[in-house]
């Protein structure tokens, strides 16, 4: 397998993960069950699931009048954004010995 499949498919299930934790925590707010901690949601966006984060923020109407969320999620995929764009625009320095 290759470095793409390998990253694209973490990216697909850790954003699935995010996505589906909303969801959840939605429901466990309406059943008044025990909730998933917030810096467990904040977590998956770090590493790498703010985009299904955010979709299911929207999708669940959830979270959406906490402001550290309304903030935090589209800061951390920006931060993402720019540190993936750093990444791939950094020069590629071949040192010969």
Known sequence: M???TL??????SVNFVGFALMGIDKY???????RIP???LFIIAVIGGSVGSLIGM???RHKTRHRKFVI??????VLQIALALAVFYA???IKIL
């Open 2 to 4: 290759d470095v793409i």
């Open 7 to 12: 990253l694209t498919a973490y990216f697909a």
């Open 28 to 34: 466990k707010a309406k059943k008044r069950a025990f």
């Open 38 to 40: 917030e810096a467990t």
């Open 58 to 60: 929207y999708t669940f």
């Open 72 to 77: 935090g999620m589209p800061l951390i995929l």
């Open 91 to 93: 020069p590629v320095e």
